[in-house]
């Protein structure tokens, strides 16, 4: 079992931004991107998500600027959306999160690891990309089917040196299961974390609440941890 080790950097708890800021800490990671606001109450159950501005079909993604965190992240986020509380999502590539994030506010140059959690007609998946100058390389690094319905209601995103964990928790990290892993060294070095979504239609929309991460100190990856016993 794993959780976070890093505490919520934001809980979107005050008043509607378009586009989301808090204060300047939010940027985002390229023009090509549109940008996330913090919504209005009507479309969560919760008090304050965030969510894609644009119609049905475009993608949306922000980078957590405020600091830029060491090479060993994490990001993770509560997964809401629709009109439930549950993750809902569009069919597609709903949730996106980020790590090692770097050069962003660019459309050529910007590097990060991208976690996206895919609600399909059949079983979800959880896939890894990398995007490099601006464009995903390698194809789907590694995927890993879920089941039916099996987008978590709260996901992590690790790295520590050149292992990627993705993980998941539908009881606020009491418990957890790691989902998928992959070993990448394309990217190296600090960077920023970030999350984002694909919409569905203007009035149902995936959304994320409680974004936290930032660098880890004792993060041991579950390859590790298996083998020492």
């Known amino acids: 079992m794993s959780a976070p080790t890093t505490p919520t950097l934001d809980d979107f708890e005050r008043s509607p931004e378009n586009p989301l800021s808090n204060g300047g800490k939010w940027s985002e990671l390229a023009p090509e991107w549109n940008h996330l606001q913090l919504a209005s109450h009507s479309f969560s159950c919760s008090v304050g998500a965030i969510q894609t501005v644009g119609s ?13 965190f060491g090479a060993d992240q994490e990001v993770h986020c509560q997964l809401t959306g629709g009109s439930t509380c549950g993750p809902t999502a569009a069919l597609g590539e709903g949730f996106r999160l980020y790590l090692r994030a770097q050069q962003i506010g660019n459309d050529s140059t910007y590097d990060a690891y991208e976690l996206i959690m895919h609600n399909e007609t059949g079983p979800d998946t959880f896939t890894i990309r990398k995007i490099i100058n601006g464009a995903y390389v390698g194809g789907d690094l ?8 099996g987008i978590p209601r709260y996901a992590m995103f690790r790295i520590k040196g050149t ?3 993705g993980w998941s928790s539908p009881d606020i990290w009491a418990t957890s299961a790691l989902v998928i892993s992959h070993t990448d060294s394309s990217i190296s070095g600090a960077g920023y974390i970030g999350c984002g979504f694909q919409t569905n239609t203007s009035s149902f929309r995936p959304q994320i609440d409680n974004f936290g ?3 880890t100190v004792d993060f041991i990856p579950q390859i590790y941890r298996r083998t020492r016993g």
């Open 56 to 68: 049905g079909g475009q993608f949306g993604a922000m980078v957590w600027t405020e600091t830029l």
């Open 142 to 149: 590694a995927q890993v089917e879920v089941g039916i319905g």
């Open 163 to 165: 292992l990627l964990e």
């Open 213 to 215: 991460g930032g660098e």
